[in-house]
């Protein structure tokens, strides 16, 4: 019964793959089984686990002050109706403009509330959205319960098991404070778990289930966490919950490891500090192994979203590597795919011949895999290529390790800057939430150079952000320009320097205490207020 979820706790990993061709049914006997089977596993932490249990994060501002939004209201000219019944062939048919600073009243200032109205208790449903994990999550969910929990009785946390298809599926247990506070500081997404790749643009039937789910369910709210996949389920269900006067809000907190949402609307998002500083670490090591050996060239690929490099700018500066390609999202799908890689092969080769001829046979390189990805080029591909680049140089004294740094960084414990913003996150999603604000991504107003206590719990439109990351998509309106496809080697890094000379750094492990414990990447630190 896809209702019947109130008795279950859930404190283990549940992997499951609800697929629409999985003949296997979920049932609540088949869960508790297992919970049974393995309850005393999770009270099995490593020393150093306890020890960050006793860790708080900082607090930020209570979610009920300050919160800063802008009232919208649904253009109903731009929505089209359902057929009847409701059929897959209405993909799209309720992508809704929202009006940003307007409301019914005519309004078009933006408004800012000292306090607003929320009603509690509320039955919230939450979900991990997207295919891979990323440091911070649990936090997330740990955060927004605690928010629920906080003076109030009666308010109840409900987790969809397995993603998006568990969310259709209403596959789901009710979650406790014992359960949350064990996989609060733990990495990846292991307790509710993620549903691998599937298609985000959903239909109008596949909103009715959602919809139906929630009814089932009695929950008042629904909370997303991911990144631009969560977004755009957001901002389909929003307008489709709309068009039914569905009283379900839905908003979403941005768990986002690459980067990639980070602009004007969405100043911090989870997972990206974390990820950067553990792959600074697995890089560096794999420096220090190349410049011990003398013969290894690395070739690390760096877990980058599809339209920046974001991570690999950030590992490259803590690194200092020997080449490293930094593709803005102007270049994507603007160029041709084998003159692109022809370009990227040669430089490469070049960079490898000319240190061979220092005496240096040995070197580092940082590719970023997601806008690879558009050039349909990957890691093997490169280094396949480059040796037979040098074969024709008659230079075959090449050696090539690659490195994929993706599940070593998914799955890392966050670190406290990302606990921090993701408890906060967490508490903001739920108040959007409690004060009726659907269409909502919680978001922090940085006030850089102050301490995360000062920054301010605010949320931003869905289509605002989702705007935002289109543009940058298309190459428009971007701050940092190039003149070609051509890969950056010496441009604004001093990679001509790096290119020959044995520049290594090796940040070490992130750390949880003593004076580099708070410690930011780079690019939650400008040298400004924004």
Request: with cysteine; net charge negative.
């Amino acid at each position: 019964d896809r209702a019947d979820c109130t008795g279950c706790d859930l404190s283990i990993t549940l992997t499951l793959e609800l697929t629409g061709h999985d003949s296997r049914v979920l049932t609540r006997e088949s869960i508790c089984s297992t919970i049974e089977s393995r309850l005393e596993l999770l009270q099995q932490h490593h020393q150093r686990q306890h020890q960050r249990l006793q860790h708080p994060p900082s607090m930020i501002p209570r979610s009920e002050k300050c919160i800063t939004h802008m009232p919208f209201r649904i253009l109903a000219s731009q929505l089209t109706p359902p057929p009847s019944p409701v059929s897959s062939s209405s993909r799209g048919t309720f992508l809704v403009q929202v009006q940003s600073g307007s409301s019914d009243s005519g309004d078009t200032t933006d408004s800012t509330t000292d306090n607003i109205e929320c009603t509690w208790p509320q039955r919230i449903g939450v979900v991990f959205i997207g295919d891979s994990a990323a440091p911070g999550g649990h936090a997330i969910l740990a955060g927004l319960f605690q928010e629920m929990q906080s003076g109030r009785s009666g308010s109840e946390l409900v987790g969809f098991i397995g993603g998006y298809h568990g969310l259709v599926g209403g596959h789901c247990a009710v979650l406790d404070s014992t359960t949350l506070q064990s996989y609060k500081y733990r990495g990846g997404l292991e307790l509710l778990g993620c549903c691998g790749r599937c298609d985000y643009h959903v239909s109008a039937d596949q909103c009715n289930i959602v919809l139906h789910v929630c009814e089932d369910l009695n929950l008042g709210g629904l909370v997303l966490i991911g990144s631009s996949p969560a977004l755009t389920l957001l901002q389909c269900l929003v307008a489709y919950l709309k068009y039914k006067k569905s009283p379900v809000v839905v908003t979403a907190a941005p768990l986002d490891a690459t980067g990639e949402l980070l602009g004007k609307e969405c100043d911090v998002t989870v997972g990206f500090d974390s990820v950067c500083k553990v792959a600074a670490q697995i890089v560096g090591n794999n420096s220090t192994d190349a410049a011990s050996a003398k013969k290894y060239w690395y070739f690390n690929s760096l877990p980058d979203g599809l339209s920046s490099s974001r991570v690999t700018r950030e590992v490259g500066l803590n690194t200092h590597p020997n080449f490293m390609l930094l593709m803005e999202s102007e270049f994507t799908g603007t160029t041709c795919s084998e003159s692109f890689a022809a370009d990227l092969v040669q430089t490469l080769a070049d960079v490898i011949v000319a240190r061979a001829e220092s005496g240096k046979n040995y070197g580092t390189v940082l590719l970023p895999e997601g806008p690879l990805f558009h050039h349909d080029i990957n890691l093997d591909i490169v280094m396949r290529e480059v040796g037979l680049e040098l074969q024709k140089r008659r230079h075959v004294a090449f050696s090539a390790v690659g490195c994929r740094i993706h599940s070593q960084v998914y799955g890392a414990d966050p670190s406290n800057f990302d606990l921090d913003v993701a408890s906060r996150l967490g508490a903001i999603a739920g108040t959007l939430i409690a004060s009726g604000k659907s269409g909502y991504v919680a978001k922090l107003k940085t006030a850089w150079g102050k301490g995360v206590s000062e920054w301010h719990p605010a949320g931003a439109l869905v289509l605002d952000v989702l705007a935002e990351l289109r543009l940058r998509q298309s190459g428009l309106g971007l701050q940092e320009t190039t003149e070609s496809c051509r890969p950056v080697c010496g441009q604004k890094l001093p990679l001509g320097v790096w290119n020959i000379d044995d520049a290594y750094l090796n940040p070490g492990p992130m750390q949880y205490e003593g004076e580099l414990a708070n410690t930011r990447v780079s690019a939650f630190m400008p040298a400004g207020p924004s």
